[in-house]
């Protein structure tokens, strides 16, 4: 049974995040999308109404779980028993700093490797954070995450369509 987790903040989950649950699921038994619970970063949606989005959103893939977690994703992968971490990889600029994590990360925990996808080309600009920025200024933001998170972001932003 080979087991992965997909760690991040998902604040809110975009197509981006989706291509990736959608391209690393295919590749494992079970992947667990975990949403980290970091009170540091001021998020937009709370932990229980990302999970809840993720949910929703990845009600059609039979093999993805959704979850949250504390602390270093080493020791949770260890907890939940996977042996993969997926992360995406968008630019360059990415790299030096995944690479610094999945190395710590097998240290922690030697049972497990991060393997790293590549953004598909359609998304590779895309943040929550740029989608975050454009809402708060009322422009379009259907063409970076699902139906289902549009009228939530915008809701935050008190932004009627
Ligand atoms: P974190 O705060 O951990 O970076 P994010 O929610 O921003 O959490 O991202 C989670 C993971 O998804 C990271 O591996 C990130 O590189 C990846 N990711 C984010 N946006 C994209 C995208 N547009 N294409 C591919 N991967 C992405």
């Known amino acids: 049974m080979k087991r992965a987790i997909y760690p991040g903040s998902f604040d809110p989950l975009t197509f981006g995040h989706l291509d990736i649950i959608e391209r690393s699921?295919?590749?494992?038994?079970?992947?667990?999308v975990a949403v980290l619970r970091n009170n540091a970063k001021n998020p937009l949606f709370s932990v229980e109404?990302?999970?809840s989005m993720i949910?929703?959103?990845?009600?059609?893939?039979?093999?993805?779980?959704?979850?949250?977690f504390d602390g270093l994703t080493a020791d949770y992968a260890r907890q939940i028993?996977?042996?993969i971490i997926v992360r995406g990889l968008r630019a360059v600029t990415d790299f030096e700093y995944e690479l610094q994590?999945?190395?710590?990360n097998h240290v922690v925990n030697p049972q497990v490797d991060t393997i790293f996808l590549t953004t598909n080309l359609k998304y590779s600009y895309l943040s929550?954070?740029?989608v975050k920025e454009?809402?708060?200024?009322?422009?379009?933001i259907s063409k970076f995450v699902p139906e289902a998170v549009v009228q939530r972001v915008y809701d935050k932003?008190?932004?009627?369509r």
Do not use: C, H, W
């Open 25 to 32: 699921a295919k590749m494992v038994d079970e992947l667990n």
């Open 49 to 51: 109404e990302r999970v």
């Open 55 to 68: 949910k929703e959103l990845t009600a059609q893939m039979p093999n993805v779980t959704v979850s949250t």
């Open 81 to 83: 028993q996977a042996t």
């Open 101 to 104: 994590i999945a190395q710590t």
């Open 128 to 130: 929550s954070t740029i």
């Open 134 to 140: 454009v809402a708060s200024y009322g422009g379009d």
């Open 157 to 160: 932003f008190n932004i009627s």
